[in-house]
């Protein structure tokens, strides 16, 4: 099982503390604001305000924002980074196509985006796996049809959308399968049952008590 830290890329210190537990891979958001490759989930509100569904406005002088390549310096070529492109500027792609270029030359780390258009920007760049994410039905089927035409490096999935029949249909024609989000034991069985190859998971702690990929 591929054991993937939900968002601990985000700031510099969930980063370190992810990757000193071993995980697999650390999901880390990337979003451009004002020309700049902010890493952070939560959506800007203006210029001082930053927004997450389910939680209070903060303010931005509040929250630390580490930019992209504050996250890849400390990664210090370390492989394990998982970078979700956020909309909705799609000149989010070519500018971390850049940023990886200059910062992390040939490291293969993994990109993934649920705006699949954006990873036509890293074609030049064969090291980096691109990886298709799905969260909703509508999604999920085109990531069907997707796999029928063509072989993709991996795929990322809304763990509520999967079943053990649409996980083997899918594993045909790629081998990674991660599952999000998966953050208690009940969610983590039924990851095992439908038969992902990776879950995403916020819970530390249950990530380093799995088994390394």
């Known amino acids: ?53 389910w939680r209070d406005v903060t303010r931005r002088r509040d929250v630390p924002v580490p930019l992209l390549a504050e996250i890849l310096t400390t990664a210090a070529g370390d492989s394990r980074l998982m970078l979700d492109l956020k909309g909705p500027w799609q000149a989010v792609a070519p500018r971390t196509a850049e940023v990886l270029r200059e910062v992390a030359p040939g490291v293969p780390v993994t990109v993934c985006t649920r705006d ?13 796996r691109r990886v298709y994410s ?11 049809q997707l796999v029928k035409r063509q072989r993709v490096d991996g795929l990322s999935i809304r763990l509520s959308l999967l079943t053990a029949a649409v996980v083997a249909e899918l594993h045909q024609n790629t081998d990674l399968i991660m599952a999000w989000s998966v953050d208690t034991e009940a969610e983590l069985a039924q990851a095992r049952a439908v038969g992902v190859s990776g879950i995403i998971s916020k819970n530390l702690p249950l990530l380093r008590s799995l088994t390394p990929a």
């Not at 591929?2 to 990757?19: E, S, V």
């Not at 979003?31 to 952070?40: F, Q």
């Not at 258009?117 to 030049?124: K, N, P, R, W």
């Not at 969260?135 to 069907?144: A, I, N, T």
């Open 116 to 128: 699949w258009g954006m990873l036509a920007a890293f074609e030049d760049q064969p090291h980096i």
């Open 1 to 53: 099982m591929i054991r993937i830290a939900h968002r601990a890329g985000n700031t510099l210190a969930d980063l370190r503390d992810a990757l000193d537990a071993g995980v697999d891979l650390v999901e880390a958001d990337v979003r451009l604001y004002r020309g700049a490759l902010e890493m952070r989930h939560a959506k800007a509100l203006g210029r001082r305000l930053l927004w997450e569904p």
């Open 134 to 144: 799905a969260g909703s039905r509508r999604q999920l089927e085109q990531v069907r």
